[in-house]
């Protein structure tokens, strides 16, 4: 049976390391008999030039009607002035919300051929295997917000129902692996904290009382992620904090430019996408390091498409890719390592793909 799923490659490197997943989810799929039809519409700073609106009707059409869809980027310097509604990244907050998008899980995972690649220690390195689930349509982002010349405001507030549904995608995650679901707020400052903490007691000690559940301070998780990630099974936060440790988490594995995500809700669409931006610096250079790009595919193919074999297909090419020393401008060179394009580097993983047995 096709699946179909709707590429945005928005803007920046957005459509550079776009094109080199949609290759290798293509080819993933196609080693299981599985035709994908691509389909292609504009978000973000694209769209703004397009049609003047960062989220058109067309494009949430187009997403709302496939099985599944991809990300590149959005954002950069020439839509920094525009009004904030139209701003590219609005665009994107609109379809997440549209969409019901209400978890994103971003792996963070340590490959040890890039030990070299993180500021940590590689003795801190080993084993570090994290998801961090982000709660993806509510708090800070979505709340009021004003401004005057002299005086601005944004309001964070949850309910708990949507506290309960993040949590209960953490505690289903955990159960499939470590079981242990690390809850991280700031309950000793804000309300929507205590009440997210109050919440996330409740629903693992009623119903996932197998699954160890701690509690961190977001300042002190901060800092523990650095010293002891190794010992982090499942993560989940609020939306703000889950955008800020998400970046910091990052750089355990390396590089921005590796980790994927998937943004899911209450039914099999998902949005999948880098957790990189725009990168407007070396947009069109071909130097982007199109891995979480590609690696989002597999999410992909896990979460919405219910192809995991072709999923675990795409992460042992990109994890083939870098044992034989390829690697992206990113991630730094040293002897016995050859640092490709995004092109080149869709090419070795597409090969890989290509010759898997
Ligand atoms: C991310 C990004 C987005 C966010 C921006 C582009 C709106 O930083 O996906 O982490 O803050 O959610
Ligand atoms: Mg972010």
Redesign the pocket.
Known sequence: MNRSVTILPGDGIGPEVAAQAARALSAAAGRFNVEIDLSSALIGGAAIDAENAPLPERTLALCEKADAIFLG???GPQWANVPVDLR??QG??DLRRALGLFA?LRPAVTYPELAEASPLRPEKLSGVDIIIVRE?TGGI?FGKRGRTPTAAFDTCEYTVTEIERVCRVAGRLAQSRRGKVTSVDKANVLDTSRLWRETATRVFADEFPEIELEHLYVDAAAMHLLARPADFDIMVMD?MFG?IL??EASMLAGSLGLLP?ASIGENTLGLY?P?H?SAPDIAGEDKANPIGAILSMAMMLRYSLELAEAADLIDTAVHACLKSGLRTADLGADAGTRVLGTTAFGDAVLAEIDSAT
Do not use: K, M, Q, R
Request: glycine share 12%.
């Open positions: 980027a959005v954002g590219p990244e994107l907050l994103n993806l982002y939306n955008d998400t970046d995500s996408e957790i931006g």
